[in-house]
């Protein structure tokens, strides 16, 4: 794409949509709310209320759509970075493996 500044092969698109974000690590296995900030046709970026996520953890990301027009997203994906957002919060970029 000549002349698109940032350097991703697809546009991200600001969603600012509530989430519900299943993890499933050796620990356990819990349901958590989130914000999904952006999505792309290939990942996505959520604001969690956990301190830290791992990197390389599996999630499942739920979000419902309120618009007959937009069908709901399911997708399985895997925590590519972490970001500490607050002293309870952080920011994670997931990458989507699979669609539902």
């Keep these: 794409m000549l002349g698109y500044d940032d350097k991703r092969n697809f546009f991200r698109m ?10 499933t690590d050796d620990e356990s296995s819990r349901t ?3 914000m999904c900030k952006d999505i792309s046709a290939t990942g996505m970026s959520l604001e969690v209320d956990e301190p830290s996520i791992e990197v390389g953890t599996q999630v499942s990301v739920a ?7 937009i069908p709901s997203l399911a997708a399985l994906a895997t925590v590519v970075r972490c970001e500490p957002e607050s002293e309870s919060s952080c920011i994670i970029g997931v990458e989507i493996s699979q669609m539902k």
């Design 14 to 23: 600001m969603v600012n949509s509530p989430c519900q974000l299943q993890i």
């Design 63 to 69: 979000i419902e759509s309120s618009s007959s027009q």
């Design 32 to 34: 958590l709310q989130a």
